[in-house]
Structures are given as C-alpha cells and as structure tokens.
C-alpha cells in the first residue's frame, strides 16, 4: 500500500469542476469552499435560507506531523453544506473534512490531522453529493442506487473513538 498523501484542497476543488458539468448541468454556477469549524447542524435560520447538510465516510490516508506515523482509515468523516439560491443561480457547497490524531504520539489528543485522498475517492464522494444536491435542490427522483465511496474493502485498525475528531463532536460517520 502507498504511502499517505497529505490534505489537498485544491484536489477537491479541481475534481469538482470537472465533474460540475456532467453532474449539475442545470445553468447555475456552483462553488466548492472550505470551514474547518463547520459541524453537521443547520439552525432554522439556516434552513429558511435553505442550506442542506450532508456527511459521508470515506477512505483517507493520515500522516503525524509530530512523529512521521502514517495510517489509512475507512472511517474519514466529511460534512458538506450547501445550497442553491435559485434567484441568484448560484450554489455553494461548503465542505469540512474531519482529522484524526495519531495512534503513537497522541498524548496531545487535541491535534487532530487531515487525511489525504486519492482522485478515485474524491470523485465518487463527490458523485453522491452531487446526487444528493441534485435529490434536495432540483427535485430529481433518485434510483437508488449509490455510488461507493470505497468499493474495495480494506482492513484498517479498529476505530478508536478517543483519536476521532468527529467523534469527540458526536458527528462521526461510524455512528451511522
């Protein structure tokens, strides 16, 4: 298995323009943005607004910057804000990736670090937000069907709640 990549926004950002056409050909021009204090609640000013909250799992690799340990997870926890203003033709989506601290040094289990992901992982995590997106802002009837994420099961190390970012928020993917 290779090594881990490091957290790489501009990955994210570039693989949903590619897919923005094919997936949300609807006219109206859509954003990928970052907040890494986002959490999976939406207020009901929020909802009037008409944002939408989403989470997925995916596979992701971390890399300590403390102590150089890597480890891959099955069990990244992404939160995905969105919405489209219809007046305005304009959608954003605002995504949060959660961190995990490391299984060797994490005496400081407050640092919590990004994963990093391949396209393959990137691209379909975005095919079912964008399925999600079309579902909750067009109205498109969905088949059913989902994309996976991770279409190969991998054996990671038991998920250990107390490194978990999103668990410690009580927002992890496992939970589902």
Same mark, same amino acid.
């Given at each position: 298995? &290779?090594?881990?990549?490091?957290?790489?926004?501009?990955?994210?950002?570039?693989?949903?323009?590619?897919?923005?056409? =094919?997936?949300?050909?609807?006219?109206?021009?859509?954003?990928?943005?970052?907040?890494?204090?986002?959490?999976?609640?939406? &207020?009901?000013?929020?909802?009037?607004?008409?944002?939408?909250?989403?989470? =997925?799992?995916?596979?992701?690799?971390? %890399?300590?910057? %403390? +102590? !150089?340990?890597?480890?891959? !997870?099955?069990?990244?926890?992404?939160?995905?804000?969105?919405?489209? %203003?219809?007046?305005?033709?304009?959608?954003?989506?605002?995504?949060?990736?959660?961190?995990?601290?490391?299984? &060797?040094?994490?005496?400081? =289990?407050?640092?919590?670090?990004?994963?990093?992901? !391949?396209?393959?992982?990137?691209? %379909?995590?975005?095919?079912?937000?964008?399925?999600?997106?079309?579902?909750?802002?067009?109205?498109?009837?969905?088949?059913? !069907?989902?994309?996976?994420? +991770?279409?190969?099961?991998?054996?990671?190390?038991?998920?250990?709640?107390?490194? +978990?970012?999103?668990?410690? =928020?009580?927002?992890?993917?496992?939970?589902?």
């Amino acid at each position: 298995m &290779s090594r881990p990549t490091d957290w790489n926004p501009s990955l994210w950002k570039d693989c949903f323009e590619e897919l923005l056409d =094919q997936e949300l050909d609807h006219g109206d021009e859509w954003t990928l943005g970052f907040n890494y204090r986002q959490t999976d609640e939406v &207020s009901m000013e929020d909802r009037k607004r008409g944002w939408k909250v989403g989470k =997925q799992c995916a596979y992701g690799g971390f %890399r300590c910057g %403390r +102590c !150089s340990n890597t480890w891959w !997870s099955a069990k990244v926890t992404l939160v995905f804000r969105y919405r489209l %203003r219809k007046t305005a033709e304009k959608g954003t989506v605002i995504m949060r990736p959660f961190g995990q601290s490391c299984r &060797s040094c994490h005496d400081d =289990q407050d640092v919590f670090y990004m994963a990093g992901f !391949s396209d393959d992982v990137v691209d %379909r995590t975005l095919l079912q937000l964008f399925k999600k997106i079309r579902k909750n802002c067009y109205g498109e009837e969905q088949d059913g !069907s989902d994309v996976p994420v +991770c279409d190969i099961v991998r054996k990671t190390k038991p998920h250990k709640k107390e490194l +978990c970012e999103a668990c410690q =928020q009580g927002i992890c993917c496992l939970e589902e």
